[in-house]
């Protein structure tokens, strides 16, 4: 049974650090690019940010870029996302998933999925 579970989201004043992490089971971790996307209400689910197999390259979507890492620890099948200089517009629910497909910021290219865990940031 294949199992993505996130957690580590909370409420956080603006300019505040949150670092969330992903649990993996049931799937050959090392084998995935893992992706990191997000949801606020009333908006679509958007891409957030991407990592390869073995961790030496990564990608971010424009709106974190320089604010928040992504990482992985193979050994444990954890991904992880250290998220820095939180503004209100990063309010929303962030779900990880393992990328099975092409494009990277297409979610449709990614199959299996967690719960998610919600972010809040106050001004």
């Known amino acids: 049974q294949v199992q993505l579970v996130e957690s580590g989201g909370g409420l956080v004043q603006a300019g505040g650090s949150l670092r969330l992490s992903c649990a993996t089971s049931?799937?050959?971790?090392?084998?995935?690019?893992m992706g990191w996307f997000r949801q606020a209400p009333g908006k679509e689910r958007e891409f957030v940010s991407f990592i390869i197999q073995d961790g030496n390259a990564f990608y971010y979507a424009d709106s974190v870029k320089g604010r928040f890492t992504i990482s992985r620890d193979n050994a444990n099948n954890m991904v992880y996302l250290q998220m820095n200089s939180l503004k209100p517009e990063d309010t929303a629910v962030y779900y990880c998933a393992d990328h099975t497909g092409t494009r990277i910021t297409d979610r449709t290219q990614y199959k299996y999925w967690g719960q998610g865990t919600q972010v809040t940031v106050s001004s």
């Open positions: 049931g799937i050959t971790f090392s084998r995935y690019g």
